[in-house]
């Protein structure tokens, strides 16, 4: 039996990016990967990789304790 993956909600970093007023182009070049594949991993079609999130939280100036809200927030379905 195949284990369906995990999908996560990142509705808390996308708040944030706009707050910000951070498109995804915008941040897709500042942490060097396609608009497209941060869309994706917006949609939880695609895994951040640790230096992704690394990059990220450094853009966004994310305090350590708060990645776990804005990275691993399992959606609810």
């Known amino acids: 039996m ?3 993956n995990v999908i996560y909600d990142y509705s808390a970093l996308q708040d944030l990016m706009t707050s910000r007023s951070l498109t ?3 941040l897709a070049r500042r942490i060097s990967i396609s608009p497209e594949s ?4 917006l949609r939880s079609q695609s895994d951040f990789t640790q230096d992704e999130i690394r990059k990220i939280v450094s853009v966004l100036h994310i305090p350590p304790e708060e990645i776990a809200r804005y990275f ?5 379905i």
């Open 24 to 26: 995804i182009p915008a």
């Open 72 to 76: 691993f927030t399992v959606l609810q």
């Open 2 to 4: 195949k284990q369906r």
């Open 38 to 41: 941060l869309a994706k991993k």
